[in-house]
Every structure is written in structure tokens, then in C-alpha cells.
């Protein structure tokens, strides 16, 4: 195959060394050094097969397209090309719906098959409930979620200059040759594989566009010869605005009804509705494509993963039906006995109802005589739009005593608040500013919908190098302090007392708070211990005998002597190097037993940091990141300026819906199956992912591979089995289930991609390799299996086409921009100018990031404010994230979910700086400003509230820092400016998309 400019790839199905199981190079090292250039010389191309497609917007109809032509001023080689609806109910959002019996709209009428109810629409499309022959069990049926009921038994869970003459990006040159060193991702890296070869079924055209650009001057450096390129109308390169706004056009406020398979929902930016009828909402579970492909060689070949983002927990908008509740009694969910999958839209019911066939193995069930139903006359359940288990995407189970450990009932969750007193902390006014916020943030503790107070019950410790417990018991005048000084042997020192309601403990807790901050006002105490406090708030758990949440408030590394003693391992020396890896793999023993023990006991670890300097974050944050935990780190904290955003992390963490103890089990149909996960997860085994606690805004990210060939007839089915300890101690099972297509065609598959859920894969995939490889293999693996994928339509599903043209799927057309972004992040980077600390957090946050937060990190809001319209209820319209888009005279806020910025132009309007500053003009405004004050104008009133609903709609609180045009803090705000060249290194959009250009070419060849 190497006239096809292929070689072949190990077996599909095989683990191979590198990320995602294929090795980390391709290719022959190039003559020219790996930095500093895009390549090597352009070559000639053999002929694919021939199509048909117009490539200039003079030529063709207004369909879908994307087609970029690159004209180079030097003579270039030319090479030819290989030979491309949903809709939704014009049904408007209903009002919120009150929880009631389960009751759907009757069947429709003969000749309609549906999954679920009936759209409202009249011509609304409809799907049969999948028939599949007999065939094998996918998965075998696991202990915990599969042989046996019980789920919960389980013991326990270089600084790159950029481009212009200069090295644009470490790792943008092809790949030394050799496999590297060993490690696990998702990444499938791209060997030589064939794009197009004989014996596959010729592709039809795909969906693409044209795009004319030609006259920005590009430094020739780029290909690899002398000579300008150049580009004409940069208007015209796909950009992610663009794409929003029109998804939004065309499907915003619409009715989303998940009644067909494979259907590709609307962005994560588009707002929109979710009429639940059969398969999961796109806010449960997301598919990097929604057709797969139908054999693991047509895998191979196109180099797209093939993977889902599940957020079990995720929010439900008021004006959506909240999940239903079955409970089947003492007998409890219905499982099919080979595969242990639930009940669900997907099993067909035969023999007159007697048996039922699952969708996932084929393997034929009796019915239990509770359960037994007659069929219609179109073989469907009378019952069906009455039970959610059979009509609906997404539902619950209430697990019976076998789900739970040791088959006894589940005990409400307990939150343990454990607060450093250490010197620095005292002093700062941290540990008051915690206790006072503690008085009033404890009345909402999470609860269940209805219940009247919380069940969750309050403990807290504070610590240095000792640990002092507190007896909060509801009939003491006084709380007691009891100190466990010995760090090596951890013991909770009472048992009656410290874990306590706090409605009942109120006053005596409210008592402690007071005298904490002034018990510790004398202390010289700096050192601090970690893991012991850790390991504390376990014990006390488990003798309490129920899961909850450790919320930790820590300032610096822990130096005493004490188990988990961290010692500064910082050392920029590392920084692209082979060892830089090492900065950022956590230090084994203690922490990662700690993690295990947490995770069996059902304790996740939240992490609140306020360093002054080095803290070894990628150890400290071991164990929130694999107990379900999040990390918060607020970097030389002052109460007067940081407090705000301290304190609403802290609210929205201690409020937010959550579960606890919860293990997650992903079932699908025969022909492929999961095999890798990323998240904020532990894993014992290959099948069931542990979770001490799993709340609203955490996603797993899970990888699948064929083992056989799937059906373009019955598709591929999933289903996501989730069980979980509520916050008023109840097992529930939550169950997602999505149905795919699958197709022989490559078309198809790219035609159904969603570039937001593939950028999410990639994402993690990076941040995980990144522990096993140097961030140059990792970049370029990044940039090779992108190259496969756009080499592989282009070979197999677009026309022919001039070598100037760079072809993009119409579904995949912005992925360059998600990606290049992705390469420029802190973690990535290698940059001895960003904190090691910085990277590592930011890399573990990723880690439990959902489609919407990857989305939004990587592609920042820039939202013009000079011109708002006051009168308007409408935030203004996002503009490209590009330095060209700022002007002198203009007010942008720009915001990424973690970080908001107010940006102020030299020539800002004086009336505009005094309506909204409450200052005479842009050079009156003090150089340390941090919030804005509060003004009776329309103009101050419109800001404010944008900035409210901003933070509102994100999972964590974001510090607005104002930033004045050409001061020193711009360099902060600009690194957000993704399109343009990275200050820390990387290339601008426009240099990327040339760059892959290239890479696509070297492929081809």
C-alpha cells in the first residue's frame, strides 16, 4: 500500500506501546530538524478516484462545504484529490413539568413504529425498536454489575518561540521513528495506514465547502522552500463563530426529541429543548460521531476515535421533565441474564409477551409473571408510554438490598470540614473568613427535591502538624477538642459526637466557629501534614459506616514529618525535556493507597489550595482526581481582593446535586465495546468505574473499539448503568441509554461527527499521555492522527481538487482551531515562564471536564461590550478570539469558564469609563482594580448582569480581572487570544491550518 501513502497499522483491536495503542511515529525522520520548519519539500500525488465537487463559492449552491485554497506565489507541486437532517418539532418549550405518574402519549397509529411517545409534529420522524438475529453476549457478566446483583462490594477503587523565523511549536515536525515510551490514552496514533485501499466500497461524496483565501504573506519557512505564501480574504476560514451562530439559527429554541438512532444533536452552545422519547439527552451523553463504522479495518483507516462523554449527573433545565423513578419492589431492576444489561427501549418483546429478547447480546429472557404485558398488534408492550423503562432514553431504579454493601441499607453521606490553621492561614484571615461563611453555608447542604432540611450529616478537624477533633454534640454547652498527635498510626478519637446533624448541633457548632480562628491566633506553626488528614477523614467514615466528601482547605506543601511528606521536586531545568513528564506524575506509595482506601469507602476529596509558591499540586491532587473530588487553587491569596471568588467555589461546591459511593458500568451491543476511560475515576478492573461521588458537572469519557462487525440494521446500542448512594441515603441505579448508526460508508461517519465531543477526547487523551511521553511525541501525535483523519476524507470522500486546496469535512471544518488551542494550553506548552503548579491543575481539572467546559476552555467568549444595546435582554454576539478583533475605542469581556476578563481600550470613550468606573476617563482608572462598582446607569446595570449570568451558567466561580490595553497584566489576557500566536509559544490559526495542510500532503503521498 505505499503507493497509497499507507503503511499498515498493528490490529485494531490490540494495545500497542504509545497512546491508545499505536506506536508514537510513522513515517521516516525528516532530513531537515524537527524544529523550526513545517516539513519538507512538497511532492507529487498519485490520482485518486474521481468525483464530482465545485470548489469556489462563484460556482456553487449554497449547500454545505469546506474547501480552503492555498495559492503559493512559488510554483508548487500540484497533486489531485481522492473522489458528501434532522428535524425537530416546531414545538415550543413547555413550562416546567411537575414529577407525576408516568404517562406518555398513546401509540400511534398502523404503519408507525416509534421508539417512543409520538412527536407533537406531524412530520416528525419515527424509529422502530431494533430486531437483531442471534448472536454472542458482548461482555461477560461481571461480579459487581454483572454475574451478581451487587454493584458496591468492591474492596476499593519548552518555551517554543513562535513562528516568523522562529521554531513555531516544539513537536510540529514528523515523528523520530520508534515506538515511545509505554503509556496508556485514548490517542490511536496514526501509523502508515491505508487511506483508500482496494477491496473497500467506493465512498460517495461527502459534505464539504469552498473557501477562497490567497493574499496574507506566510513566511516560506512553513513548506520548507524559499518564497512567500500567500492567502486572499481571510474572512472565509472556517471559524468557530460562524459555526455557532448558524447552528443556533437553524436549531436553537427548538424541541430536540431523541425518538431517532444516530442523530446528531445541536452544539453545546445552541440552546435548545430535550424531549426525551428513547434515547439519552445530548446533556447526559455525547458521541464523538454518530455513526460508527462498521468494521474495525474502516476504523483503522479514517483515525477518528470512536468514543461518548457521559455526565451521568448532569443538570436538568427547569423546563425539562425531570429523570423518572421505577421501583420494581424487592425483585428489582430486570436484567437480561446473559450480559446483565437493564431494562430498557431496546429489548424486544416476543412470544406474546411471555419473553423478551435484549438488545445488546440477543440472548432470549423469560419474562417475570409481575412484568408480563400483552403485545399490540404491532408487537409492542400495551404498557409501553406508561413504563419509563421502555419509552424513555433515561430514567432510575431503586436498587434493592443486594446492590448495597453488605447487603444492608445505605446511610445518609456526611461532608468532613477540615481546616489548616498553620501560620500563614491565620494570619492571611483565611481561617476566619471560612469559619464565618461555614455559619450560614451549612443550611444548604444538599438535600433531596421536597425534603424539608438535609440528612447529610457535618464533622470538622483542623490541623498543622497535629490533628484536633471537635465533639459538636447537640447536648453539650461547650465543644470538645481532641488532639491525635502521632500522624503515623491515624485514629478518629471519639465516636459519639463528631459526625452530627447540624440542625440539631446548630448552636454548638456555631460556638466552635467562633473560637477556632482565635483557639490558633498565637500559633508559630508553619509545617503542615496532608495525607494524614486525608487518611482521618476516611477512618471516621468508616466507622460511621456511610460515604460522604472531605472538604480541605490547605496552603502549602507538607514538609512535617508524617507520612505523605512532599519535598520541592520543581525544576525548570526539565522543561522540554524527556523528564519533563516526570513533573507532572504524582509520587507513588502513600497517595495512591490513600485513593484506593477513599474510593472503597466512598470519600471523595475536595481540594482547596492557597499556595504562596510551590506545592507539588500534581501529588496533592492524586487523590481529588480519582475520588470523584474537585481541586480549587487560589495562588497568594488576600482576603480583601480574592475572598468573592473563594466563596463561591465554595458554596456552589457545597450545594451542588451529587451521589456518592457510585460505580458505573458502560454495556453495548455486540461488535465493539469500551476499553479506556478518562475522568475523576478509579478502576480496579477493565469493566467498572469507581466513583466515591460523582456530582453535576463531572463526565467520563469512554473509548470504544470493534471486536467483530456491527450492523448497519441494528446499529450500536449503549447503555450506561450508574449506582449510587443519594444524599439522604437511598441505592438508586441511574441508567442512560443512546442508540448509534453504523455504516460501511466513510461518508457517513464524517458527515456525523461533533467536533466539540472530539476535542474533548483529544484533549484528555494528551493530558493523560503526557504522564507516559514528552510533550514533542505528544504534540505530534495530536497533529498526525489529525492529519490521517483529513487525509482519509479527503482520499476517500471529497472530489478531486488542486493541491492549493486544503478539504475539511463540513462536521470537522473548525477542528483545526479546537486543536491548535489544544497545543497551546499551560500543559502542553513547555514553557519555563508558566508554574509547574499552574500546569498540573490545569491538566487535572480537564480530566473531569464535560463536551460544554472543554468546549468553552479551549475556544474563550469574546464579547464586545462598547456597543451593547442597554435596552436589550440579549448578551451581544461573541467575536472571534483574535487580537484584530480589539480596537483602541472598544470594551471586550472575555471569558473561558475559569477565567473572566474585562479588557479596556487606550482610546475607551471617557462617557462610557465614567457610566461604568465611576472615573473621568482610561487614565484615571487605578492600576489594581478588581471589581466594578456598583452604579445606577443602564450601562453598569447591562455589564453587571451579563457578568451574573456568565457566572451563573459556569461550574465554577470565575475573578473578573480588569485588564487596561498595553499594561503588564495583558500578557494574561491575550494568552485566551487562541486564533493568534501563542505568547508562550505556538501558531497562530492561520499558520496551523497551513502547517496541516503540509501534514495532510505527506500523508497523501
Request: proline share 10%.
Amino acid at each position: 500500500m505505499s503507493q497509497q501513502g499507507y503503511v499498515a497499522t498493528p490490529p485494531y483491536s490490540q494495545a500497542q506501546p504509545g497512546m491508545g495503542g499505536y506506536p508514537a511515529g510513522f513515517g521516516s525522520s525528516p532530513a531537515q530538524p524537527l524544529y523550526g520548519h513545517y516539513g519538507g519539500q512538497p511532492q507529487s500525488f498519485p490520482a485518486p478516484p474521481t468525483g464530482k465537487a465545485t470548489f469556489l463559492w462563484s460556482l456553487i449552491p449554497p449547500v454545505k462545504s469546506s474547501v480552503y485554497v492555498l495559492k503559493v506565489v512559488h510554483t508548487p507541486p500540484t497533486y489531485p484529490a481522492g473522489p458528501g437532517p434532522m428535524q425537530n418539532p416546531q414545538a415550543s418549550p413547555t413550562s416546567p413539568p411537575a414529577q407525576q405518574p408516568f404517562q406518555t402519549a398513546p401509540p400511534p397509529t398502523m404503519g408507525q413504529t416509534t421508539l417512543g411517545p409520538p412527536p407533537t409534529g406531524p412530520h416528525s420522524p419515527q424509529m422502530a425498536p431494533p430486531q437483531s438475529p442471534l448472536a454472542g453476549p458482548s461482555m461477560g457478566g461481571h461480579p459487581s454489575m454483572g454475574g451478581h446483583p451487587s454493584m458496591g462490594g468492591h474492596p476499593s477503587m519548552g518555551g517554543h518561540p513562535s513562528m516568523g523565523g522562529h521554531p513555531p511549536m516544539g513537536g510540529m515536525g514528523r515523528p523520530v521513528p520508534g515506538p515511545p515510551p509505554p503509556g496508556s490514552g485514548g490517542f490511536q496514533q496514526p501509523g502508515p495506514g491505508a487511506a483508500g485501499q482496494p477491496g473497500y466500497p467506493q465512498q460517495p461524496q461527502g459534505t464539504e465547502s469552498a473557501v477562497t483565501c490567497g493574499s496574507v504573506m506566510i513566511t516560506a519557512k512553513l513548506y520548507g522552500f524559499i518564497g512567500p505564501v500567500s492567502w486572499s480574504q481571510m474572512k472565509p476560514i472556517p471559524g468557530i463563530k460562524h459555526v455557532t451562530e448558524d447552528d443556533q439559527a437553524k436549531r436553537g429554541g427548538q424541541v430536540y426529541t431523541t425518538n431517532l438512532r444516530g442523530q446528531v444533536p445541536p452544539l453545546v452552545t445552541t440552546d435548545f429543548t430535550v424531549q426525551d422519547q428513547g434515547n439519552a439527552s445530548p446533556r447526559f451523553m455525547r458521541c464523538t460521531t454518530y455513526s460508527f463504522p462498521c468494521t474495525a479495518d474502516l476504523a483503522k483507516q479514517c483515525q477518528v476515535p470512536l468514543g461518548a462523554i457521559i455526565k451521568p449527573f448532569a443538570t436538568v433545565p427547569k423546563n425539562e421533565t425531570p429523570l423518572y423513578f421505577v421501583n420494581h419492589g424487592e425483585t428489582g431492576p430486570i436484567r437480561c441474564n446473559r450480559c446483565k444489561a437493564y431494562m430498557c427501549p431496546y429489548m424486544q418483546f416476543i412470544d406474546g409477551g411471555r419473553r423478551y429478547q435484549c438488545g445488546f447480546c440477543n440472548c432470549v429472557n423469560e419474562v417475570p409473571a409481575f412484568y408480563f404485558q400483552h403485545l399490540d398488534h404491532m408487537g409492542r408492550r400495551v404498557d409501553l408510554y406508561e413504563r419509563p423503562e421502555l419509552s424513555l432514553g433515561s430514567y432510575e431504579f431503586e436498587a434493592t438490598l443486594d446492590y448495597c454493601k453488605n447487603n444492608k441499607p445505605a446511610s445518609p453521606p456526611a461532608y468532613i470540614f477540615m481546616i489548616d490553621v498553620s501560620y500563614a492561614n491565620i494570619k492571611s484571615g483565611l481561617v476566619r473568613l471560612i469559619c464565618e461563611e461555614l455559619k450560614t453555608l451549612l443550611d444548604n447542604l444538599p438535600r433531596e427535591d421536597g425534603a424539608e432540611s438535609s440528612t447529610v450529616k457535618v464533622g470538622f478537624v483542623t490541623y498543622n502538624k497535629i490533628l484536633h477533633f471537635y465533639n459538636v454534640k447537640s447536648a453539650l454547652a461547650q465543644p470538645q477538642m481532641m488532639v491525635v498527635s502521632d500522624t503515623a498510626e491515624m485514629f478518629v478519637p471519639l465516636l459519639d459526637g463528631f459526625l452530627v446533624n447540624f440542625q440539631e448541633s446548630r448552636a454548638v457548632i456555631n460556638n466552635l466557629l467562633d473560637q477556632i480562628p482565635d483557639m490558633f491566633a498565637d500559633t508559630n506553626e508553619s509545617e503542615t501534614v496532608f495525607a494524614p488528614v486525608i487518611q482521618a477523614g476516611v477512618e471516621a467514615l468508616k466507622t460511621a459506616e456511610c460515604s460522604g466528601k472531605l472538604f480541605i482547605f490547605h496552603s502549602s506543601i507538607p514538609t512535617a514529618e508524617a507520612p505523605g511528606k512532599l519535598k520541592n521536586r520543581d525544576d525548570k531545568k526539565l522543561i522540554n525535556t524527556e523528564k519533563e513528564k516526570t513533573l507532572f506524575q504524582p509520587q507513588k506509595g502513600v497517595y495512591e493507597q490513600l485513593s484506593k482506601d477513599c474510593v472503597s469507602q466512598g470519600c471523595s476529596v475536595d481540594l482547596f489550595l492557597f499556595p504562596s509558591q510551590y506545592v507539588d499540586l500534581a501529588t496533592m491532587g492524586d487523590v481529588p482526581t480519582h475520588t470523584g473530588g474537585s481541586i480549587f487553587k487560589y495562588s497568594n491569596f488576600q482576603v480583601y481582593t480574592n475572598s468573592n471568588h473563594f466563596l463561591s467555589d465554595l458554596r456552589k461546591d457545597v450545594e451542588k446535586a451529587i451521589g456518592f459511593d457510585a460505580i458505573m458500568r458502560v454495556r453495548t451491543s455486540t461488535g465493539f465495546r469500551a476499553t479506556n476511560f478518562f475522568g475523576a475515576i478509579h478502576m480496579n478492573n477493565t469493566t467498572d468505574v469507581e466513583m466515591a461521588a460523582v456530582d453535576c458537572d463531572k463526565a467520563v469519557t469512554v473509548e470504544f473499539k470493534h471486536d467483530d462487525k456491527l450492523s448497519e440494521e441494528t446499529g450500536a446500542l449503549m447503555q450506561c448503568a450508574l449506582l449510587y448512594t443519594t444524599v439522604n441515603g437511598q441505592r438508586r441505579l441511574r441508567i442512560h441509554n443512546l442508540s448509534l448508526n453504523c455504516s460501511a460508508q466513510l461518508s457517513e461517519l464524517y458527515k456525523s461527527c461533533e467536533t466539540d465531543a472530539l476535542i474533548n477526547f483529544f484533549a484528555k487523551s494528551a493530558y493523560r499521555a503526557m504522564l507516559n511521553q514528552p510533550l514533542k511525541t505528544v504534540r505530534e501525535i495530536l497533529v498526525n492522527q489529525t492529519a490521517h483523519m483529513l487525509a482519509c476524507y479527503r482520499k476517500n470522500c471529497s472530489s478531486p481538487s488542486a493541491a492549493s486546496q486544503l478539504i475539511l469535512p463540513d462536521a470537522m471544518k473548525v477542528f483545526p482551531v479546537y486543536l491548535n488551542s489544544l497545543m497551546k494550553t499551560g500543559p502542553l506548552v513547555g514553557s519555563a515562564d508558566l508554574s509547574t503548579d499552574d500546569r498540573a491543575h490545569q491538566r487535572l481539572i480537564a480530566t473531569a471536564m464535560g463536551v460544554e467546559d472543554t468546549q468553552l476552555l479551549l475556544y474563550p467568549r469574546l464579547i464586545p461590550l462598547h456597543n451593547m444595546d442597554v435596552a436589550s435582554d440579549v448578551v451581544p454576539a461573541p467575536v472571534r478570539c483574535s487580537e484584530e478583533r480589539l480596537t483602541d475605542a472598544g470594551m471586550f469581556l472575555l471569558e473561558n469558564g475559569r477565567s473572566l476578563f474585562l479588557w479596556l481600550g487606550q482610546a475607551c470613550p471617557p462617557e462610557l469609563v465614567q457610566r461604568v468606573f465611576n472615573v473621568p476617563s482610561f487614565a484615571h482608572l487605578p492600576a489594581d482594580l478588581s471589581s466594578l462598582p456598583v452604579l445606577d446607569n443602564p450601562q453598569s446595570k447591562k455589564l453587571r448582569s451579563i457578568i451574573d449570568s456568565l457566572l451563573d451558567q459556569r461550574p465554577s466561580a470565575m475573578k473578573l480581572l480588569i485588564v487596561k490595553q498595553k499594561d503588564r497584566s495583558e500578557m494574561l489576557f491575550r494568552q485566551h487570544l487562541v486564533e493568534d500566536k501563542g505568547p508562550y509559544g505556538g501558531a497562530s490559526y492561520m499558520d496551523f491550518l497551513c502547517y496541516v495542510h503540509c501534514e495532510i500532503r505527506q500523508v497523501l503521498t
